[in-house]
């Protein structure tokens, strides 16, 4: 009994490595007006400026239809322009008309169905909230 449940640990443990080692984690991103290829990683922690009035942006859904939305515009604190990010920071609740400066997190996340690596913002602290 105890050799079947190693060795069903090991095609376990086997069989996720293999899972994970076709993901795409490459994702193309504007920096300075420029598309740049970055890697989607983990970051415990960085400081983002998010502007006062959300963007109209498109964005693909699950069938291949592409959908205009409002996106929240943000950049790092050292950036010029601002970017739109496709999706909701986690645990940040936006109001318009304040320009926020916030400490999020990245999490590289998975999708099991199509091996694509998205990032996740998580929430560390606001940092400040000033009305416009």
């Known amino acids: 009994m105890k050799t079947l449940v190693m060795a069903a640990l090991a095609a376990t443990l086997t069989l996720a490595g293999c899972s994970t080692?076709?993901?795409?984690d490459e994702r193309t991103m504007v920096v300075d007006g420029k598309p740049v290829s970055v890697k989607v990683v983990n970051i415990p922690s960085f400081n983002v400026e998010i502007a006062p009035r959300k963007a109209i942006c498109?964005?693909?859904d699950k069938n291949g239809r592409?959908?205009?939305s409002e996106c929240l515009q943000y950049r790092q604190?050292?950036?010029k322009n601002f970017n739109t990010l496709n999706g909701d920071i986690q645990g940040f609740t936006y109001e318009p008309n304040y320009r926020y400066v916030l400490d999020v997190r990245q999490e590289a996340m998975a999708d099991p169905?199509?091996?694509v690596v998205k990032p996740?913002?998580?929430l560390n602290k606001v940092i400040s909230k000033t009305a416009e």
Not at 21 to 24: H, S
């Open 58 to 60: 498109e964005f693909t």
């Open 77 to 79: 604190t050292h950036q």
């Open 113 to 115: 169905v199509s091996g």
């Open 66 to 68: 592409t959908i205009e």
């Open 21 to 24: 080692m076709n993901l795409n």
């Open 120 to 122: 996740v913002w998580l």
